[in-house]
T-cell receptor, first 117, second 113 residues
Framework: GAVVSQHPSWVICKSGTSVKIECRSL??????MFWYRQFPKQSLMLMAT?????????EQGVEKDKFLINHASLTLSTLTVTSAHPEDSSFYIC?????????????FGSGTRLTVV | LAKTTQPISMDSYEGQEVNITCSHN???????ITWYQQFPSQGPRFIIQ???TKVTNEVASLFIPADRKSSTLSLPRVSLSDTAVYYC??????????????FGRGTQLTVWP
């Protein structure tokens, strides 16, 4: 089945530094990828929709200059948390949709635990 | 977007059937109902999707009444490994190019031995 890989699975960084999270579709091509953030005991919150070769679409209230998204190929999207602060500590999850609608569905990565100290 | 309402938590024992009901009073004509499962520190996993009546797969059944204002996810004979958060989502068919998935609060199911 479709597999989405996220890397790293966890990261600890110092306040003020930037962190990049990768999301790869391993066995399918994804024109669209989605980034979510999940705080403890809360639901997933959609941050942005990433389309290959174009600018990401951010949800209301999400700072696009802080959460930089790049979707340069059909199998890779990256999320960079710039100038991270402790309040950015969260579980970040990506999701990808297969370009082949016969293999429809949203496949989620296993998530990245970001801790900013 | 149709809003969904689910119980915050449910408890069950191993071997029992669990039914989780989701309310979606404002569901649109072309909306589908999809359920996802999430374990701690993992991404959600698709369980089942339906439009009307009943859908069954190897994992669960989904019951949708004629008015489609609610749906019930049925998990037969749960085990400890079914302890997870279950999300009910309403939106375009997962095969649609229009879709973005917005998650509600979900239901924490705890299965006891």
């Amino acid at each position: 089945g479709a597999v989405v890989s996220q890397h790293p699975s966890w990261v600890i960084c110092k306040s003020g530094t930037s962190v990049k999270i990768e999301c790869r579709s391993l066995d399918f091509q994804a024109t669209t990828m989605f980034w979510y953030r999940q705080f403890p005991k809360q639901s997933l919150m959609l941050m942005a929709t990433s389309n290959e070769g174009s600018k990401a679409t951010y949800e209301q209230g999400v700072e696009k200059d802080k959460f930089l998204i790049n979707h340069a190929s059909l199998t890779l999207s990256t999320l960079t948390v710039t100038s991270a602060h402790p309040e950015d500590s969260s579980f970040y999850i990506c999701s990808a949709r297969d370009v082949d609608l016969n293999n429809y569905g949203y496949t989620f990565g296993s998530g990245t635990r970001l801790t900013v100290v | 977007l149709a809003k969904t309402t689910q119980p915050i938590s449910m408890d069950s024992y191993e071997g029992q059937e669990v039914n989780i009901t989701c309310s979606h009073n404002n569901i649109a004509t072309n909306d589908y109902i999809t359920w996802y499962q999430q374990f701690p520190s993992q991404g959600p996993r698709f369980i089942i999707q339906g439009y009307k009546t009943k859908v069954t797969n190897e994992v669960a059944s989904l019951f949708i009444p004629a008015d489609r204002k609610s749906s019930t996810l049925s998990l037969p004979r749960v085990s400890l490994s079914d302890t997870a958060v279950y999300y009910c989502l309403v939106g375009p068919d997962r095969g649609s190019t229009l879709g973005r998935l917005y998650f509600g609060r979900g239901t924490q199911l705890t299965v006891w031995p």
